[in-house]
Structure formats: C-alpha cells, structure tokens
C-alpha cells in the first residue's frame, strides 16, 4: 500500500533551479533508503540519487554536484534540490524506496529545461 506523491516540476532556463518534494506513505519510511528516479522521452527510467536511512548519499555521475537528495523522517518526505540544470535533465522524475517498490511508481512530476 506504498504510496508517492511527487510535486514542483516545471519549466526552466538552462542554469536555473528546482526544488522537487515526494510525500510517501504507506510503510515505515524510517527504515528505508528513498530514491529520485527520472525518464526522458524514447529512454528507460534510470535511478538519479539515492538517501540511505542514515544519511548517507549516492549521485550518478551526470548529476554529481549539481543535485542533492534530502529526507525528512518526521514528515515523512524526501527532496531533491537541482541546480545547474541542463537540457539534458529534461524527464518526468519519480520517487520511490531503494529498491523500488515496482507496484507504487506515482505519476512523477515534469521538469523541463529549455532556452
């Protein structure tokens, strides 16, 4: 009964910003590690960054130092701040826990940059 609900995509320049958030519900989120995946139009959904229940973090390379995944155990959420953003990143990005629980996957959110 997992549940992700992820909000504040939108459009931007090349070198802007975006702030993305996920409301998770349905299973301890405290226990698990939580994940920013994306797809782009024609490609596979590929997994962006991941948060571990402790804190600990892992980027892909094409995202390193540009994006960072943050939780928030008590409201139960997860954040992912971009900066930097290229066309490249354009993709509808989902949340979800690390392993991804394959029957949850939300309706993501769309972030498109463009000049």
């Known amino acids: 009964q997992a549940q992700f609900v992820e909000s504040g995509g939108g459009s931007v320049q090349p070198g802007g910003s975006l702030r993305l958030s996920c409301a998770a519900s349905g299973f301890d989120f405290r226990l698990y590690a939580m994940s920013w995946y994306r797809q782009a139009p024609g490609k596979e959904r590929e997994l962006v960054t991941f948060?571990?229940?402790?804190?600990?973090?892992y980027s892909a390379d094409s995202v390193k130092g540009r994006f960072t995944i943050s939780r928030d155990n008590a409201k139960s959420t997860v954040s992912l701040q971009m900066n930097s953003l290229k066309p490249e990143d354009t993709a509808v990005y989902y949340c979800?826990?690390?392993?991804?629980?394959?029957?949850?996957w939300g309706q993501g959110t769309q972030v498109t940059v463009s000049s």
């Open positions: 979800n826990r690390n392993p991804p629980n394959r029957a949850a």
């Open positions: 948060i571990r229940s402790g804190g600990t973090t």
